[in-house]
Each structure stands twice: as structure tokens, then as C-alpha cells.
């Protein structure tokens, strides 16, 4: 008998197993099976506006970011221009190891001449249109003094912004092998990495904060000093090779380490979505891989509004007001809640209210006086799917909190309203009491 019994929970255990590999979500399936067909190895798409993510696939798998690194460069020279610790009309003296580094050979560059004095606004297009290494690492000797420095700012600013698994050794993304022997961090042959979860949040902080860096990455060709033209390597850019409609921008990547990387975003009727792509095989893979991610994104989902402006949750319209002239008050929502979703899916959200408990008194009432749109809570809403990935960072869940506030004002009751009330209290009591002791006598 033991030994059947033995046969029966091994027989129950295998049946168990094998159910669950069918049992599975949706929309995690086409992260996790990868039913988009991507051959990048790792991939994530995000809502431009809330940072909501959509969809992923190995998002927190550490990878080479190859030229991708150039937008925490970009980052952190728009913040030092809106400190106003340097200006967009400044110049930089190019030295001779910037020179060097400008023509060496298979890496992508503008030419800068030794002696010569470039502006800021110059070396950023430079870096941020055709991704130029030197113009990248002689804006970093200007905002540090040395690449060595900014890479340590680099690091300190990708912690600020939220960043979990990513270490920079330079500033441009190159092998270290690349910088002729001049490498700023890391061992000889070291590369930057980070995850694509990573790489979509140092985007959507840079295209949030400073929204003026489309301005530079949605210029298809380069007009330098040198009289030369030189093309984005963004090929989804309108007159390039695999122009898409909307798309104005943001950055590529290539190394032999990294493969083939692309981060990029697309605007259609003022809906934007932000998408990454890392380790794909060739230039041409990862533009079709970040074509599938943005048709999705665009076919599949849209923004609703999920919730109206002063609305009132069924059953919670009022709270009750202690000491007041009126004795409740009534409350909703400041402003629309409205989040990205699949699209058919509005039904499968419901709003929350959340009473801030500090604003109560022992007996769960608000105090009085109270003044129309005093801020008594929040409204959020929650989700019924399984499928949902939440937010790439705590900024952009806020836009699925709003405030709850007062829809009216409540003034404070004088002492003579106070104290007959008080009086209506007692014998209330008194007459409560009595009728349930006449009730006890039948």
C-alpha cells in the first residue's frame, strides 16, 4: 500500500507539472515566448507620455549598450545647460587627443581639427545626430575637466535617475580598446552595460526632462562645418532606409561586444511610445525587430480615460464632518485619470479611493472648517490583469494618482450650534436608554 501511495503522489505531481506549463498570460507569453518573432535578445516598449510598460522581454538582462550610452552624455549636458554652467554658443579648443581620436579609422566621426574651437551646439549635433566619439569625449572633458571625471558623474547621475544594473567606463560607448590607449575607467578592453529596462528609463527621463533633445535626434542628415553631409544612423528617420511614420528619434548602438542596440520613439496623434531593442545580429534585424515592437504598440494599444474629472466613487460621494455646520462634505477627484491600455480593456480597470488617515479623527471624520478643494486623499485604479507590468519608474505611476479634494466648503459651527447639538446628543442618549429598558420590561 505504501509503496502504490508512493506511485500515485509522483503520477500527481508530474500531472501538475505538465498543467502548468499551459497555463499562462497573454501578453507575458509574448515577452517570455517571444510570439512578436523578435531576434533581439532583449527588448521593452513604454508608454512616451506615463512611462507605463507595455511589453518586455529579457528587460533585466545586463547587455552591451554600445552608442546607446550616448544619451546619459546628452542628459547630462542639457542639465548643465539648464543650470546655466555652460551655453549652447560656448566653444571647446579641440586638443590633440580628441584630433586623434576624431580620425581614427571605423569608428564614427565628425572631423575636428587640432586648435580649432567648436561650439557646444556643434559637437552635441555631432554626437547626437551621427553619434561622433570624439565630439562625445571632448564635450566631457568640458563638463569634467577629464573623461575620467564624467564617468564618475556618469555613474552618480544613473543611480539619481533610477537606473538598477548598468556600470559606464567612458563616455561614448566604445570599447575601451577604441580610445588609443586612454580608456577613463574599467579594465583595457571594457565595455558599458546596462539592461533594456535600464536603457528605456535613462530615455524616458531624457526625452521628459529635456524634450528639446528631439529637436537634434530627429534631423536625418548632419550639416557639418566641413561642408560634409552626414546621415543619422536612426534608418527609421524620415528620406532614410527604413523610414516609419512619427518616429523623431532617439539612438543607436554597434559593437562586436553590444551587437546591434536602437532606442527609439515615435509620435502618432499625440500618442508616443518609446521602444528598445538590444543584441540584435545586424543593422537592418534591429530596425525590423523595433518596426514589430512600434506596430504593436500603436496597433494593439491606445490611451483611455480611465476614470472622468470630479468623479465620485458609488457609495463614498461624502465623509462625514465633526463640528461642522454641515455634517458631512462632498469629495472627488481633482482631475481624469487616463493610462495607457490594451485596447477593449477600459473594463478590466476599476477606480480606488484612499482617504488620507491623517486628515480623520478617532471617529473617522474629517474636522471642520474645510475649504473647497482641500486635498482629502487620492483616487488610483486597479488592474485585473495579470499581464500588467506597471510603471518603468515612481514618476510616471503618478499619473494613475490623482487628488481627491473637497467639492465644497464646510464652514466651522459657532459655540451656540455646538452646544445644542450637544444638548440633542445627551438626551438622545437619555431617551435611547429609556425606551430599551421599557422594552426590557415586555
Known sequence: MKKISQITLVFTMLLVLIASQFTYSPLKAAAEDNTLGLKAEAAIILDGKSGKIIFEKNADKVLGIASMSKMMTEYIIMEAIKDKKIKWDDTVKINEYIHNLSKTPNLSNVGLTQGEDYTVKELYSAMAIYSGNAATVALAELISGSEKNFVKLMNKKAKE????????????????????????????????????????????????????????????????????????????????????????????????????????????????????????????????????????????????????????????????????????????????????????????????????????????????????????????????????????????????????????SVEKANWFVLSMRAVGGFFGDVWDSASSTVKGWF
Open 161 to 408: 535617475i533610477g537606473l538598477k544594473d548598468f556600470k559606464f567606463v567612458n563616455s561614448s560607448g566604445l570599447n575601451n580598446s577604441d580610445l588609443l590607449g586612454n580608456h577613463p575607467a574599467g579594465d583595457a578592453n571594457e565595455e558599458n552595460v546596462m539592461t533594456a529596462r535600464d536603457t528605456a528609463t535613462l530615455a524616458y527621463r531624457l526625452i521628459t526632462d529635456y524634450p528639446e533633445v528631439l529637436d537634434f535626434s530627429k534631423v536625418s542628415k548632419l550639416e557639418f562645418r566641413d561642408g560634409k553631409e552626414y546621415p543619422n544612423f536612426n534608418w527609421m528617420l524620415p528620406g532614410l532606409i527604413y523610414e516609419y511614420k512619427g518616429v523623431d528619434g532617439l539612438k543607436t548602438g554597434s559593437t562586436d561586444f553590444a551587437g546591434y542596440g536602437h532606442t527609439a520613439t515615435a509620435i502618432r496623434d499625440g500618442q508616443r511610445y518609446l521602444t528598445v531593442v538590444m543584441k540584435s545580429t545586424s543593422k537592418s534585424e534591429r530596425f525590423e525587430d523595433s518596426i514589430k515592437l512600434m506596430d504593436y504598440a500603436f496597433s494593439n494599444f491606445n490611451t483611455e480615460k480611465i476614470v472622468p474629472a470630479d468623479y465620485q466613487v458609488k457609495g463614498k460621494e461624502k465623509l462625514p464632518v465633526a463640528k461642522g455646520k454641515e455634517d458631512s462634505v462632498k469629495i472627488q477627484s481633482e482631475k481624469a485619470i487616463e493610462l495607457t491600455i490594451e485596447k477593449g480593456q477600459k473594463g478590466n480597470y476599476a477606480p480606488k479611493l484612499v482617504i488620507d488617515k491623517d486628515k480623520l479623527n478617532e471617529d473617522g471624520e474629517l474636522s471642520a472648517p474645510i475649504k473647497k478643494g482641500d486635498k482629502i486623499g487620492y483616487l488610483t485604479v486597479d488592474s485585473k490583469e495579470d499581464s500588467d507590468y506597471g510603471f518603468i519608474d515612481k514618476k510616471g505611476a503618478k499619473t494613475v494618482q490623482v487628488d481627491v479634494v473637497a467639492a465644497e
